[in-house]
């Protein structure tokens, strides 16, 4: 079983740019969601998607939109950059069964830094 | 915002003693989970508590819930070395917006050999 794996590591973007994040789910799962971690901070949640639709989202600005494909792999993209949009950006794949309630698995991230 | 919050921000024990970490929260929850996270890696999951379970334990792992007090503790014992990490608490609200977990601020365990 291969796990969730996320591209690039590390990015290094100005501010006014914009940005393409990649997931690969973990696979067997249908369902990603993505979170903004701010150094010292918890994990924020941005959004979630299930089958292909936005089903979820946190207190993000539509500069940050995502996908999520056929295959279960993800994208976040965020427009307009901003210096606070530097972060560590995980993902998150799950099976969203019957109970809603299955564990999160994360991705080592991309760390976005905005100069 | 973040309705976790852990309790203490960090903690600093000795190789064989048991660290606690505590989790209060403000909304209804579906369930409780603990994450355990490396420096500047993903967050692992670690052990799941329903609302309508009081106690859990997962090999060195014990989680206690108390929804009338909105709060959950995470016990550790004989920790070693290598449970040094970040432990953070999420929430999963009853509204269950899309599947939102919560997470709190976190608490930075370190064990000394």
């Known amino acids: 079983e291969t796990g969730v794996t996320q591209s690039p590591t590390h990015l290094i973007k100005t501010r006014g740019q914009q940005v393409t994040l990649r997931c690969s789910s973990q696979?067997?799962?249908?369902?990603v969601s993505w979170y903004q971690q701010a150094l010292g901070q918890g994990p924020q949640f941005i959004f979630q998607?299930?089958?292909?639709?936005?089903?979820g989202r946190g207190n993000f600005p539509p500069r940050f939109s995502g996908l999520q494909f056929p295959n279960y792999s993800s994208e976040l993209n965020v427009n307009a950059l901003e210096l606070d949009d530097s972060a560590l950006y995980l993902c998150?794949?799950?099976?969203?069964?019957?109970?809603?309630?299955?564990?999160?698995?994360f991705g080592n991230g991309t760390r976005l830094t905005v100069t | 915002s973040q309705q976790g919050e852990e309790d203490p921000q960090a903690l600093s024990i000795q190789e064989g003693e048991n660290a606690t970490m505590n989790c209060s929260y403000k909304t209804s929850i579906n369930n409780l989970q603990w994450y355990r996270q490396n420096s500047g890696r993903g967050l692992v999951h670690l052990i799941l508590i329903r609302s309508n379970e009081r106690e859990k334990h997962s090999g060195r792992l014990r989680v206690t819930l108390d929804t009338s007090k909105k709060s959950s503790s995470l016990l550790i014992t004989a920790s070693r070395a290598a449970d040094t990490a970040s432990y953070f608490c999420?929430?999963?609200?009853?509204?269950?917006?899309?599947?939102?977990?919560?997470f709190g601020q976190g608490t930075e365990l370190s064990v000394k050999p």
């Open positions: 696979s067997g799962h249908n369902t």
């Open positions: 998150a794949s799950s099976w969203a069964g019957a109970s809603g309630d299955s564990p999160l698995h």
């Open positions: 998607y299930y089958r292909e639709e936005e089903n």
């Open positions: 999420a929430v999963l609200p009853i509204y269950n917006q899309g599947g939102k977990l919560i």
